[in-house]
């Protein structure tokens, strides 16, 4: 039988609220949005979270900030139907602040009113 994979622990909220904080510096989301791959960024997340006393790999931490941005995205799609009860998720508020102005968290819409701008001469 192949060996078992290991799962790993759960992240506590003091680990989670350190990760927010480490991914929403503003060096470290500049350098999120200037590169496709951006494993080397993480590299440097798992070092701030480790340097808070934190023992976090660079995967686990993608893969929480991803599960963070996913939760809160579909949080933010949920409120934007009218009508529907308001829903969240665990540290919307920090997260909002990060991803808030960020356009792949916000749902586009768009209407195509059938008009077409004229050109003034």
Known sequence: MPP???????????ELLDLITVWGEEAV???????????DTFGQISRAMIERGHDRDAMQCRIKVKELR????????????SGAPPKTCRFYKELD????????????????????????E
Request: aromatic share 6%.
């Open 70 to 81: 996913s939760a809160y995205r579909k949080s933010r799609e949920a409120n934007s139907c």
């Open 97 to 120: 602040a990060i991803l808030g102005g960020d356009p792949t968290t916000v749902p586009s819409t768009t209407v195509d009113t059938g008009e077409q701008d004229e050109e003034e």
């Open 4 to 14: 078992r994979a290991r799962r790993a622990l759960v992240w506590s909220n003091g």
């Open 29 to 39: 989301q500049s350098q999120l949005r200037s590169s496709w791959r951006n494993f």
